[in-house]
């Protein structure tokens, strides 16, 4: 396949929308709009990285990393994997064309109904049938299905036993990975996985149904102009009632630049999304006082098991495959369900995951701050896959907690405020039932390996939610249900937004949703733009290109409601 991208040399100084952000949401709205005819521009911070050009070597991943903190900054701007070290909770977001759906997991599950009856959510939401809709189309876009082949890979047998023995059964999740060759809905031949295990490296392979294999490529069909390296500042309004965006150059060049638009689509990501709209208050914009709150982990853990009794293979092998004759499976295969009928918030996923082959030759010395050298000088000896790391366990844990967290900015950056997060229940709940798989598997829980080093002992969540979510008004949310941005200025009512001013990515969440969050970003985007078609009157469809075609649907009955 090749590139989508285009250097800001060639961006216009105009545009009918711009979109910030290519990940979930902003892929859904630069698909959609393209498809209606509008000019569309894409901005992402990032750079592009196509199939084989993910990180398959540990020196290359480290050239992946970018790591900040309140004092601070190693590595490249473009880097994919873009680490915040804060005092309260550590942030890992993905960073480039397609955004977090290029080193995510890729699992893609529904939340449960008594997560959109919250009082929290708008009641529109829950109400007016769109969500429904939404959920479809996401499902026929990414094209999620569970591994037909998990039952015969150790690390799913290795959790499916020690379910099984603390009265837990085990189910293979979807996850956005094409496990057959084939035609992907936007035309693109995708071959199958080759189950390396490095989805959360990226996907060298091509066998991911990532946003820069989906709605990405459908938008640039139509028409729409995706530009890397383009780090936004802050909106601003111009006298004519349009939007100005502020970018900062980040490919080299230097500078920054203004862009126009008629309509901004912020879909930056948590962390972006929040950070722009704080700046852009700070510079005179109105917006409502909650931007910034009701910041969520989604209840969210990466830990591990160590010393298992059996190999677990759980450590990616890449694609080439650096040894043969081992199948590691997608990053996530099996997962159990910890389910309560009584209490939404002591609900549990816990998932078998799989680090990245890149992460291989350093993994025993990750583990040497935790006392356990022997092991792992006896895995720098014997390699990853053959010593004691191939009886590790990783965990991809997800539960809820209290969307207390708040952003603020500190110096004219990001900063994360959540003194009391290390004490969220979630943390004992996630501790105990995890402390229990290791122990079936005849090994020991070890919560954080880093915890001796500059990463403390603070949690840290890959599902980073809220800082502008929904609400009814401005007085509870920073957008109301249609993803459009609350108006705080003199005179303006309690609902009353800003035209053309979108939030479209996983900021947009008032709450934590207990599952990966992915097919529920997608969805709600698909929804926010099913209101915009309705509102400005747009004509457009969701249906693929390829021979898998939507079921059209009669939409005028929901948005009439």
């Not at 392979?205 to 459908?218: I, Q």
Request: with cysteine; charged share 20%.
């Amino acid at each position: 396949m090749t590139g989508l991208s285009r250097t800001l040399d060639h961006v216009c100084n105009r545009y009918d929308v711009i979109v910030v952000g290519s990940g979930y949401g902003g892929g859904v709205a630069a698909s959609r709009l393209a498809r209606a005819g509008k000019t569309v521009a894409v901005l992402e911070r990032g750079r592009e990285v196509l199939a084989g050009g993910f990180p398959a070597r540990f020196p290359d991943l480290k050239n992946e990393m970018q790591v900040s903190g309140r004092k601070l900054r190693t590595g490249p701007s473009s880097a994919l994997y873009d680490v915040r070290l804060g005092e309260d909770m550590h942030v890992l977001v993905g960073c480039g064309l397609g955004g977090g759906s290029l080193i995510n997991a890729g699992v893609a599950l529904r939340p449960d109904d008594r997560v959109f009856a919250d009082d929290c959510w708008p009641g529109q939401i829950a109400q007016d049938g769109l969500l429904e809709e939404g959920f479809r189309r996401a499902r026929l876009w990414l094209n999620p299905q569970s591994d037909p082949n998990a039952g015969n890979l150790t690390k799913f047998r290795t959790l499916e036993a020690a379910g099984a023995a603390l009265g837990h059964d085990i189910v293979r999740p979807n996850v956005t990975v094409s496990f057959e060759a084939g035609t992907n809905v936007v035309g693109i031949e995708q071959p199958a996985c080759t189950r390396c295990g490095d989805c959360c490296g990226g996907c060298n392979v091509g066998a991911k149904n990532s946003v820069a294999l989906t709605y990405l490529p459908d938008a640039v069909r139509h028409g729409a102009e995706l530009f890397t390296h383009a780090g936004v500042r802050y909106l601003s309004k111009t006298n004519e009632g349009e939007w100005e965006v502020h970018v900062r150059r980040l490919d080299g060049a230097g500078g920054d630049i203004k862009l126009r638009a008629a309509m901004v689509v912020l879909a930056a990501g948590t962390l972006g999304t929040t950070e722009i709209l704080l700046r852009s208050r700070a510079h005179g914009l109105a917006l409502s006082d909650r931007v910034g709150e009701r910041f969520s982990a989604n209840g969210d853990i990466i830990a591990f098991g160590y010393g298992a009794r059996d190999p677990v293979n759980a450590v990616g092998i890449g694609y080439p495959p650096k040894i043969d004759g081992v199948e590691i499976g997608a990053a996530v295969s099996g997962q159990l369900e910890i389910d309560d009928a009584a209490t939404l918030a002591n609900e549990l996923r816990v998932q078998e995951g799989v680090l990245p082959s890149a992460l291989a030759p350093v993994l025993p010395v990750l583990f040497i701050p935790n006392g356990r050298l022997l092991g792992a000088l006896q895995s720098l000896v014997n390699g990853v896959y053959k010593g004691p790391f191939a009886k590790l366990q990783t965990f991809f844990a997800v539960s809820h907690d209290s969307a207390s967290g708040r952003f603020v900015l500190d110096d004219d950056r990001l900063a994360l405020v959540w003194p009391t997060a290390k004490n969220e229940p979630v943390y004992a709940r996630l501790d105990a039932i995890l402390s229990a798989v290791v122990k079936e598997a005849g090994g020991s829980y070890v919560k954080n390996p880093l915890a001796g080093t500059v990463m403390g002992h603070q949690p840290a969540t890959a599902h980073p939610l809220g800082g502008a979510g929904m609400g009814r008004e401005r007085a509870d949310g920073a957008i109301n249900h249609k993803g459009q941005v609350f108006d705080a200025g003199a005179g303006r009512g309690a609902t009353d937004v800003h035209t053309g001013l979108y939030v479209i990515d996983g900021s947009m969440m008032p709450r934590s949703l207990g599952v990966n969050p992915l097919l529920t970003i997608t969805a709600l985007a698909e929804r926010t733009l099913m209101h915009m078609q309705q509102e400005l009157g747009l004509s457009f469809d969701a249906e693929p290109l390829s021979g898998v075609r939507a079921t059209p649907k009669d939409l005028s009955p929901f948005l009439a409601a």
